[in-house]
């Protein structure tokens, strides 16, 4: 029947009219005072039809060197392949692992994961996010969040990763044994096992931290290690990627036995094991088991080497004369030391160079003198190991023939004199008659000359029993050599009847024993003479050897003079220079005190401006979104007033809407 009807009869228009007016007042109170809880009722829905992203609700547990999956997914289910997820470390937002555009954006994670991660492919269709991390470290403890944006929509989920099992370094449950010389690698390695490239490794010394080997960021920092292993020691490589941290030692010593610590870091965690390392055989010289022998003038060789073999080069050797410890060479941190040797070596002994690597310690001597012969000492030392080996050299010099002459009668005979020189060491001096039998001497004597050379000599009586020629021999012993005499005493000498035939005997035997002797010494004078003039043409050469070492020196004296000018020169330029530099330094430290606080008051202003402009646009909005607002307000109040004035006309005698204005709207309708 419509609202025409309801005003029509006059008992249910009154009743009616308020009903439907207190209806219609409720609506418009609605719509003007909560349209507030309206746009937030509009809000909530519209939010809860956003982007969700739905973490795991317990923390994930896993070991170090494991590889392990954070779970993420979206809900409702639905495909994520175009979609945008990036996995960061709590809100430090140090990206993990970022997926865009169906892309793996590696260049942005931090370089601790590089290489680990994976977003899990075969569940983005469904919606599933995961991410898998490979061979866990204790660092990578902690949250994870999972960020996933869909244009302007975005939402996160958090992750707590709990990495329960420490880093843990393994060594062996035994002593490792070796000898000197050998190489040796001393086991170590990672449990659970795990990929130890990007790993920090330290070998050291026992507890006074000295450092052996040090491996850092993929490289061998050899640099720190302590000097008594420099060049003797690696990392092997080849084990470091399944966990393994051995150290390979080369060419053991002594001094490398004891304690080794094996300590590896990771970030904050480490951990270390420690190795023992027992070298048994302690350092050992050897040398020869004969006597060395050789005779003046030439050089010789005296053997000694390492047993077993083992590179000499880094160790002390010390070469002396028997028990007095005389330096005849010394060799350290491979040099020389020739200022310690005595005086009687200088320039006559070298280490033989091309044998130490292989353990061999031989000492070059040259031009041998009769002062060299003795008991020799090769010593070597390898930090507090030590050890020694004798050697012994026998020099010798075979000497001049033997010189005879008659020295008179005696004892019913004649005495007959025998002298020979140039001997080393000191010879034996015998008599034979024809027959080869032995004579006795009646006395022998010996002296040795300023160089070291022994003079031997000896007598005889011949009685007239003697027949045939008498012999003097000079021997030897050591090089088993001999040099040997005749004189032939002739029987007339011997006839005590005829006095002057005997003295006409003997003093033609003195005449011929003179001009023997005479031969002799003229031959000697002349030896002499020609070594004299050897050793004044040398002296002369070495004259002028010192005079051109004498005018080069005075030529690298000028030239030290003229350096050192010229270093003054360029002293008092940099001096210039140098002031001028604080000069300018001052200027510049003025101009940038002047800039920051330029650059502060800008920064001020710039920072005024923002803060306005973001004010200003915040204004703006709040404009726009009020204007906006208002005007559905009015087109509602519009919409509503249209349909009042429809009821109005309807009911007749209902009031119109300015009416209810004019007399309150509540007072009309109750």
């Not at 709990?162 to 070796?178: D, F, I, K, N, W």
């Not at 390392?277 to 060395?292: F, N, S």
């Amino acid at each position: 029947m419509g609202l025409s009807w309801v005003c029509s009869h006059p008992r249910l228009t009154s009743y009616a009219s308020g009903l439907l007016i207190s209806l219609v007042t409720l609506l418009v109170l609605w719509l003007s005072s909560d349209g507030d809880a309206y746009d937030e009722a509009t809000v909530n829905l519209e939010v809860s039809a956003q982007l969700r992203v739905v973490g795991p609700g317990h923390p994930l547990t896993a070991t170090v060197g494991q590889d392990v999956v954070l779970p993420c997914h979206l809900s409702p289910q639905r495909d994520a392949r175009s979609l945008e997820v990036r996995w960061i470390r709590d809100h430090i937002s140090e990206t993990v692992h970022h997926y865009r555009n169906a892309e793996d954006l590696y260049k942005e994670q931090i370089e601790a994961y590089a290489g680990r991660t994976e977003l899990v492919r075969d569940g983005l269709s469904a919606g599933s996010l995961d991410l898998r991390i490979s061979g866990l470290r204790p660092s990578d403890d902690g949250q994870y969040i999972c960020i996933v944006k869909d244009g302007d929509a975005s939402d996160e989920a958090t992750v707590n990763l709990e990495v329960s099992a420490q880093l843990r370094v393994v060594g062996p449950g035994q002593p490792v044994t070796a000898t000197v010389g050998q190489d040796v690698v001393l086991p170590c390695h990672l449990s659970p096992q795990r990929d130890a490239r990007s790993l920090e490794v330290t070998w050291i010394r026992d507890k006074f931290s000295e450092t052996v080997h040090h491996y850092r960021n993929g490289e061998d920092l050899y640099k720190e290690q302590i000097e008594a292993y420099a060049g003797r020691t690696e990392l092997v490589r080849d084990g470091l990627s399944a966990g393994s941290v051995d150290l390979r030692i080369k060419g053991l010593r002594p001094s490398d036995d004891g304690q080794y610590i094996c300590i590896v870091k990771d970030g904050d965690a480490s951990d270390e094991a420690t190795v023992n390392l027992e070298v048994p055989a302690q350092l050992t010289v050897v040398g020869p088991d004969q006597p060395v022998t050789a005779t003046v003038g030439q050089d010789v060789v005296l053997p000694c080497h390492l047993s077993p073999q083992h590179d000499a080069r880094s160790l002390e050797v010390t070469w002396i004369r028997d028990k007095f410890s005389e330096t005849v060479h010394h060799y350290r941190n491979a040099e020389d030391l020739y200022k310690e040797q005595i005086g009687a070596y200088a320039g006559r002994t070298e280490l033989v160079r091309d044998g130490l690597s292989a353990g061999s310690l031989d000492l070059r001597i040259m031009g041998l003198r009769p002062s060299d012969d003795g008991q020799y000492i090769c010593i070597v030392k390898d930090g507090d190991a030590s050890d020694e080996a004798t050697v012994n050299l026998e020099v010798s010099a075979t000497g001049a023939d033997p010189h005879l002459s008659l020295g008179g009668y005696e004892a019913g005979g004649v005495r007959v004199l025998c002298r020979s020189d140039g001997w080393y060491p000191l010879p034996q001096l015998l008599w034979r008659d024809a027959r080869g039998q032995h004579l006795p001497s009646v006395s022998q004597t010996h002296s040795q000359d300023q160089e070291g050379f022994f003079e031997i000599g000896g007598a005889v009586i011949v009685t007239g029993s003697v027949e045939g020629p008498l012999s003097c021999v000079v021997r030897n012993s050591r090089l088993q050599q001999e040099r040997e005499s005749s004189l032939h005493i002739a029987a007339p000498i011997f006839h005590n009847a005829q006095p002057w035939k005997v003295a006409l005997a003997v003093v033609l035997v003195l005449l011929a024993v003179s001009i023997g002797l005479g031969v002799y010494l003229f031959q000697k004078q002349v030896q002499k003479d020609r070594r004299l003039a050897e050793l004044a043409a040398e002296r002369e050469e070495k004259n002028v050897t010192l005079e051109r070492q004498s005018a080069r020196l005075k030529e690298q004296a000028a030239e030290l003079v003229r350096k050192d000018t010229e270093l003054e020169e360029q002293a008092a330029e940099m001096a210039q220079k140098e002031k001028r530099l604080v000069e300018l330094k001052a200027e510049l430290e003025e101009k940038n005190a002047r800039l920051e606080k330029q650059s502060a008051r800008l920064k001020d202003l710039t920072e005024k401006l923002v803060r306005k402009n973001k004010e200003r646009k915040e204004q703006a909005a709040e404009l726009v979104e009020l204007k906006a607002e208002r005007e559905e307000k009015n087109a509602r109040l519009e919409l509503q007033s249209a349909r009042l004035q429809e009821l109005a006309t309807e009911l007749g005698e209902c009031p119109s809407l300015p009416q209810m204005k004019a007399f309150g709207f509540y007072q009309w309708a109750f």
